[in-house]
């Protein structure tokens, strides 16, 4: 695991992002309003998923996109991911209370991709503090999910995308919680990945979801948005 954290912190330093943050007086826009939560690691701003959200802006006419702020920290790994979980519950009942129309899409990756399924589906993995699943209220705001390398990934959900067929290091205790997403949700998760995948060693398969799956990811975000 140590190799992978070297490998993981050589490949962010390389990466470069603008931090995408929503003005306090921003009107509610007509086209998606994109949340991104990026992964442990990386940079303040969208990470390498920001790529997706990028083509769905360029595809969704009058859309915005905003980065989720937490640490992103891998180690401790918890109390990160349980600060983007409280940060990402706040943010969207702030929007959905302000722009009760406006559809939202939400992509993460790595940790950001755990904190945005445990703030839809409850957080019921052990060693997290147990939450709820979010109510009707703001999941009907939700056009589509998108999640890349999630660590809460449980074997049977109906959403998973890839050649995974095991479970994150974290999985779900309560997958059942997802319910009420589990339609607009879609998640990648290929074998060998070692987050989630527990047992992989192929840091690579982690890093490659933007690349193997971009196409398909803003295909789905794009299509939920016009369905919904």
Known sequence: MLLILRYLILFVTFVTCQEYVQPGNASCVSGAHIIVARGS??????????????QVLQRIPHSEMISLEYPA????????????????SVMLAQYVTVCPKTKIILLGFSQ????????????????????KPSPSAMTNNIAAVVLM???????????????SVGKGIFP??????????????????????PFCEAGGHDLRTHMNYVTAYGHVAVDYAVGMFHRT
Do not use: W
Request: hydrophobic content about 30%.
């Open 112 to 131: 950001g991709a755990h904190v945005i399924a445990d703030v839809m589906c409850g957080a019921s993995s052990i060693g997290f503090l147990p939450t």
């Open 149 to 163: 390398g999630d660590p809460s990934t449980t074997k049977g959900q109906p959403f998973h995308v890839g050649s």
């Open 41 to 54: 690691l990386e940079p303040r701003g969208p990470g390498i998923i920001g790529a997706v959200a990028q």
């Open 73 to 88: 920290i891998y180690n401790p790994y918890q109390p990160s991911q349980m600060e983007g979980v409280a940060a990402l």
């Open 172 to 193: 779900r205790q309560k997958p059942e919680g997802c319910q009420c997403v589990s339609d607009k949700t879609v998640s990648f998760c290929d074998a060998g990945d």
